[in-house]
């Protein structure tokens, strides 16, 4: 058992990493439903929650069925931290993560994202702002530190943990790394290894396999995974780990009926969150990651993102369900690097 504050996460934890533009309501359904243990909303800007911008009020949009979930938060100013802790206390998720981690150009010139790993001191006074701010178990998502140089996430832990978080996610890369080499988890060991640590520490950074799940467990001793880029059109990963976890072999890749049922669910719950017209166009740059390694199937793709009603992608699901009805998936080539965000 792994405990944030009171939130008591099942013996290994594999968490649904928070991602911009992806990881909203009916993506989480759906990672939910295939083994995700604790979901995070897309990272939400305090100065927009303040202003009431529609678009970041519309992310703290959670739903009982999601459980545990987190909000994240993102900012470089105090008092806007502060207050957005109290606006994420009112919608009640089960806690408030704030990010530190985010390397994106228009996030870190602003003073937020990973641009506070280069002054601890601040990154101390925006997470005491919000842990002050909320009754929620207040967690941190970030990287090592600002780039190669500057690795701190060893100092980091400790004046977090010193402020009151009840647990820290550490993406094994710098910001100057963006995405790009291999994340280094001997950092996040050694935050691990910390005799003066005692919240969770949960690992990120390039788990795309059930093997790789378990390696980098065993060897890393972290306290959980958590999972971004390896989910997208692909939530079945989770179960898929916890299987290989407990018994050491693989589960079949899912065949066309499954994914096609996760397609719908994916569909319907962005139609019903979104609206028709939104939820329609949306869902369209889903399909491809859902239906990669299918022979032929750009036909039904190009047909999938024309149509405009959902009577006409059910079934053309239908008939991609009845087209390859019997097919034998290859296990799942993750692209990694063609999943990562756009930086700049
Ligand atoms: C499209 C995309 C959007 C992301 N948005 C966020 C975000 O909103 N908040 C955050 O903390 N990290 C964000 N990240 C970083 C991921 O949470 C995660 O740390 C990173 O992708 C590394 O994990 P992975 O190798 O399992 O993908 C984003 C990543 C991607 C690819």
Redesign the pocket.
């Given at each position: 058992m792994v405990n944030i504050g009171p939130i008591s996460l099942p013996g290994f934890p594999l968490l649904l990493?928070?991602?911009?533009?992806?990881?909203d309501p009916p993506f989480r359904a759906v990672c939910k439903d295939n083994g995700a243990d604790l979901m995070?909303?897309?990272?939400i800007s305090s100065e927009g929650l303040i202003r009431d911008a529609i678009k970041s009020r519309q992310k703290l949009d959670i739903f009982d069925y999601e459980r545990p979930i987190g909000i994240?938060i993102?900012g470089g100013d105090e008092e806007a931290m502060g207050i957005s802790a109290q606006i994420v206390d009112t919608i009640n998720p089960d806690l408030l993560?704030i990010?530190f981690?985010?390397p994106v150009k228009k996030v870190v010139t602003k003073g937020a994202?990973a641009a506070v790993l280069k002054d601890i001191d601040l990154m101390v006074r925006l997470t005491a702002a919000c842990v002050r701010s909320t009754k929620l178990p207040v967690t941190v998502?970030t990287?090592l530190g600002w780039d190669n140089d500057s690795i701190n996430i060893g100092e980091v832990a400790e004046r977090l943990q010193d402020t009151g978080i009840k647990a820290l996610?550490v993406?094994g890369?710098t910001r100057a790394q963006l995405?790009k080499g291999q994340?280094d988890w001997s950092h996040i060991a050694r935050v691990k290894d910390n005799p003066r640590i005692r919240i969770p520490i949960f690992g990120?950074?390039?788990?795309?396999s059930p093997e790789k799940a378990l390696e980098y467990k065993n060897r890393f001793g972290v306290d959980g995974i958590?999972?971004?880029?390896?989910?997208?059109g692909y939530p079945w990963i989770f179960n898929e780990i916890k299987h290989f976890m407990a018994t050491g072999e693989h589960l079949p890749p899912p065949g066309i009926e499954q994914r096609v049922e996760v397609i719908r669910k994916h569909l319907h719950k962005s139609v019903e969150w979104k609206g028709l017209v939104p939820g329609i166009n949306e869902m369209r740059r889903h399909y491809n990651n859902y239906l990669k390694g299918l022979p032929n199937i750009k036909e039904f793709r190009l047909q999938l993102v024309t149509v405009k009603t959902v009577e006409e992608i059910d079934y053309i699901l239908d008939t991609i369900r009845k087209t390859y009805a019997g097919y034998a998936f290859e296990p799942r080539k993750v692209e990694?690097e063609k999943?990562?965000?756009n930086c700049d």
């Open positions: 990493a928070p991602m911009e533009d992806v990881s995070y909303t897309e990272f994240q993102f993560d990010n981690g985010c994202g998502k990287r996610s993406h890369r995405y994340a990120n950074g390039d788990i795309d958590m999972i971004g880029r390896a989910a997208i990694m999943m990562a965000c």
